[in-house]
């Protein structure tokens, strides 16, 4: 389902946990990470995608999030043709996002990354508000960018600061300089492997290559 600019509906979700950490999911097969996001159906409401995406990617259901803000309008990222799908050059251009930022309100043990038998990510970890965009594909950067940005301000409070956008991305304002930290552990999901754990450093260009993403369509 497209609209009439090329442009395919689709959610964005971050999902913070009672440290304001993020959900960082790693694609499956793949040294992508990002977050989760999938298509509106035709007839879908944003939040019925948002919840529909939110089980069917890793596993929560509305009773175990709480919905803390989500974008007021649609953020747009186009899609270079080496990435598109053939048959859909031409009248596919990328995605319309609205994205989401949800709380969760139970324990993390509830995320299941096998919900159903197309999954989307092969392991995942809590990572700081602030993702390594440089180990996100180059295309979809700003949208990360904008979404963050926009939903940083209805962050619950915490005693634990902020970090800053890395990659050349504007400093928050007053933001305090990152101090250094272990990286949390890695999660895996039932029949994931070690192998797919990332690096124990900080995530960066250096030690993770660029993601490959798989060809996108409408």
């Known amino acids: 389902m497209l609209d009439r600019e090329?442009?395919?509906?689709?959610?964005?979700i971050i999902l913070l946990n009672q440290k304001n950490q993020v959900f960082w999911g790693?694609?499956?097969?793949?040294?992508s990470w990002q977050f989760p996001q999938g298509g509106i159906d035709r007839g879908e409401s944003p939040?019925?995608?948002?919840?529909?995406?939110?089980?069917?990617?890793?596993?929560?259901?509305?009773?175990?999030?709480?919905i803390v803000a989500r974008t007021r309008d649609w953020l747009r990222y186009e899609v270079p043709d080496r990435f598109i799908r053939r048959d859909a050059r031409g009248r596919y251009r990328g995605q319309k996002q609205i994205w989401y930022l949800l709380q969760?309100?139970?324990?993390?043990?509830?995320?299941?990354?096998r919900a159903t038998n197309h999954p989307e990510f092969d392991a995942w970890r809590w990572n700081d508000y602030w993702v390594p965009l440089?180990?996100?594909i180059e295309f979809k950067r700003g949208v990360?960018?904008?979404?963050?940005?926009?939903?940083?301000?209805?962050?619950?409070r915490t005693e634990h600061r902020?970090?800053?956008l890395r990659s050349g991305m504007r400093h928050q304002p007053q933001s305090p300089q990152p101090a250094a930290h272990t990286p949390p552990a890695l999660e895996l999901p039932p029949g994931g492997s070690l192998e797919?754990?990332?690096?124990?450093?900080?995530?960066?260009?250096m030690n993770m290559p660029l993601p490959t993403p798989r060809p996108e369509s409408e």
């Open 162 to 164: 902020n970090r800053y």
């Open 196 to 205: 797919a754990a990332p690096p124990r450093g900080p995530l960066s260009s």
């Open 26 to 31: 790693k694609r499956i097969r793949t040294h």
């Open 104 to 113: 969760l309100i139970t324990h993390d043990w509830h995320l299941n990354l």
């Open 134 to 136: 440089d180990v996100v």
């Open 6 to 12: 090329g442009f395919r509906p689709n959610v964005g």
């Open 47 to 66: 939040e019925q995608a948002m919840y529909r995406e939110l089980h069917e990617e890793i596993g929560l259901k509305p009773e175990h999030v709480r």
């Open 144 to 156: 990360y960018e904008m979404a963050l940005t926009e939903l940083a301000r209805f962050l619950p």
